[in-house]
């Protein structure tokens, strides 16, 4: 396993990441992720670990809390072997302060989130999504409170936009607070929008990605196959309305090119569109969201061997898009690589 700094950080972290929000699944969305209970938990991170796979990533709002306390339950005994990342700011309940990352919320949530993990600190906690109510000066010195009393180790968050990032990176340099060192993000050969403005600014400001949904919200599994059906057990039957869109000739024709190299390569459909993902820039891992052992053992197979440039290419122009402005006039120009900050490919 190759492991990557996270972000501008000391902590270094697996390519390849497990997301646990397939752990004890309850619901209309989560229920459909997966439902895995402790034993099969347990098993799941064994062959993780087996991997070199240490960072397990979950959130306080999947399956109302359930998804860390399976964790906890299927890490106890071997806490210093793993990294725990998991995030919060989504709503928990109905209550006023039960949303949000004001203070009372985040110092509740992290004690909450301890508690059900089992454990007494975190690793990397991110906030889920912006809270424009609260002031980032109160939500950051929250963190700080936190990162001093020993009970979180790095921050980061999920779901901001550029602005949002850029507001609390500059109030935390003002006054010497923690600053961001992780953006969880929607990535993917069917969702390429974090390269227009999240990507660039990762590189400049030292945020490392991480991704999630790396197989665009289970379409580039390989089972589906223009002019067909959607196959019986996929979950898209019921979550797709829950997930981000793509039209439907595009994902055809990028599932078309992925059929083309996998071919070429002798891997699966899912461990090309993963290989892709580790080959671009700010990407620190890739967050594997496998319901059962086989899916695991699968997305497993996506380190050890590199795409060729010609193949990154052919996807690259598959799945590429015009950029939304103020972004597509800079790339119609030849010049235009001048005015991106450095990163490496």
Same mark, same amino acid.
């Given at each position: ?12 972290? #697996? ?78 309940? =109905? ?85 961001? !060192? ?46 067909? #059906? ?13 997930? #981000? ?14 059929? =083309? ?7 699966? !459909? ?12 700010? !990407? ?62």
């Amino acid at each position: 396993m190759d492991y990557r700094p996270l972000g501008r950080s000391g902590l270094k972290v #697996p390519a390849l990441s497990f997301g646990a929000g397939t752990f004890g699944g309850t619901g209309p969305l989560f229920g459909h992720w997966g439902t895995a209970d402790a034993a099969e938990a347990r098993r799941l991170v064994d062959i993780c670990l087996d991997a070199g796979v240490n960072l397990f990533d979950t959130a306080d709002v999947y399956s109302d809390g359930a998804s860390e306390r399976v964790l906890g339950e299927a890490i106890r005994g071997r806490r210093d072997k793993v990294l725990i990342s998991t995030k919060t700011g989504l709503p928990m309940g =109905e209550g006023p302060n039960e949303a949000g990352t004001s203070r009372p919320r985040l110092l509740g949530a992290v004690d909450a989130a301890l508690a059900r993990l089992g454990t007494d600190y975190i690793d990397l906690l991110q906030l889920h999504a912006f809270d424009a109510a609260t002031p980032v000066e109160e939500v950051l010195t929250a963190l700080d409170t936190l990162i001093r009393a020993g009970k979180l180790r790095y921050v980061g968050v999920s779901n901001f936009a550029g602005w949002q990032i850029m507001k609390s990176l500059a109030a935390a340099e003002r006054h010497g607070w923690p600053r961001y !060192v992780a953006n969880q993000v929607y990535y993917s050969l069917v969702g390429r929008d974090y390269e227009w403005e999240l990507m660039p600014l990762g590189a400049d400001q030292g945020l490392g990605a991480l991704v999630w949904s790396p197989l665009g919200w289970g379409r580039l599994t390989g089972k589906l196959r223009r002019g067909a #059906p959607l196959p019986a057990g996929s979950r898209l039957h019921e979550t797709a309305a829950f997930g #981000p869109p793509v039209e439907e000739e595009r994902l055809y024709r990028i599932v078309d090119v992925l059929d =083309e190299v996998a071919q070429e390569v002798g891997k699966t !459909v899912p461990q090309v569109a993963i290989n892709w993902l580790l080959r671009r820039p700010t !990407v620190s891992s890739v967050i594997l969201g496998a319901r059962n052992e086989a899916q695991l053992l699968d997305n497993l197979g996506a380190v050890g061997w590199a795409l060729e440039a010609g193949q990154i290419a052919r996807l690259d122009a598959a799945s590429a898009v015009t950029a939304p402005y103020p972004y597509f006039p800079y790339r119609r120009q030849a010049g235009f690589a001048r005015l991106d900050p450095p990163m490496a490919g």
